[in-house]
T-cell receptor, first 112, second 114 residues
Framework: ETGVTQTPRHLVMGMTNKKSLKCEQH?????MYWYKQSAKKPLELMFV???????ENNSVPSRFSPECPNSSHLFLHLHTLQPEDSALYLC???????????FGPGTRLTVT | AQSVAQPEDQVNVAEGNPLTVKCTYS??????LFWYVQYPNRGLQFLLK??????LVKGSYGFEAEFNKSQTSFHLKKPSALVSDSALYFC????????????FGSGTRLQVQP
């Protein structure tokens, strides 16, 4: 799992807070993804970046704001979240046009 | 639009017995199919994939999956289950052209009893 790292691993935040999730990949990939994993629901693809350009945004509320400053780093900026946003947020990377995605361990987010 | 169905929330099997975790899919064009496993407090780990060729695909940890085009299925199998195989298993699909992001199923929890 050292190929894709995520920090923090756990985060508790109030609805008025602003926080950021960080993802870093050490695999030389050039596509990165954010997913939301809620209990008993399919993984929800949130954002896709390819060559540092956002290529997919799946109707995610504006309180989630991604940033991809380079091909190795991906951030998810959070502000004024709702309790229903509590979930495991997973980052993944792949080669652009490649098949397998490699996942980080996730950030367990709790919104109070 | 593509979709994946994993009809069983949980599968229970005794150690040493064969296991099957079911997956059916819907996609336009030819499918690329994947299985991932998630252990507690960990991210998803890639197990195996079907892109083209032999319908029986072999992957990590002794797992294999059989692609059946007529039944649009890609069931995960293992001849002899281990207690350490207990985890959450996800099937995923994407078309061979166009949108490259994966669509995942809701997951099946595999419980292997000693």
């Amino acid at each position: 799992e050292t190929g894709v790292t995520q920090t923090p691993r756990h985060l508790v935040m109030g609805m008025t807070n602003k926080k950021s999730l960080k993802c870093e990949q050490h695999l030389g990939h050039n596509a990165m993804y954010w997913y939301k994993q809620s209990a008993k629901k399919p993984l929800e693809l949130m954002f896709v970046y390819s060559l540092e350009e956002r290529v997919e945004n799946n109707s995610v509320p504006s309180r989630f704001s991604p940033e991809c400053p380079n091909s190795s780093h991906l951030f998810l900026h959070l502000h004024t979240l709702q309790p229903e946003d509590s979930a495991l947020y997973l980052c993944a990377s792949s080669q652009r046009g490649g098949n397998e995605q490699y996942f980080g361990p996730g950030t367990r987010l709790t919104v109070t | 639009a593509q979709s994946v169905a994993q009809p069983e929330d949980q599968v229970n099997v005794a150690e040493g017995n064969p296991l099957t975790v079911k997956c059916t899919y819907s996609v336009s064009g030819n499918p690329y199919l994947f299985w991932y496993v998630q252990y507690p407090n960990r991210g998803l780990q890639f197990l195996l994939k079907y892109i083209t060729g032999d319908n029986l695909v072999k992957g990590s940890y002794g797992f294999e999956a059989e692609f059946n085009k007529s039944q649009t299925s890609f069931h995960l199998k293992k001849p002899s289950a281990l207690v350490s195989d207990s985890a959450l298993y996800f099937c995923a699909v994407r078309p061979d052209t166009g949108r490259r992001a994966l669509t995942f199923g809701s997951g099946t929890r595999l419980q292997v009893q000693p």
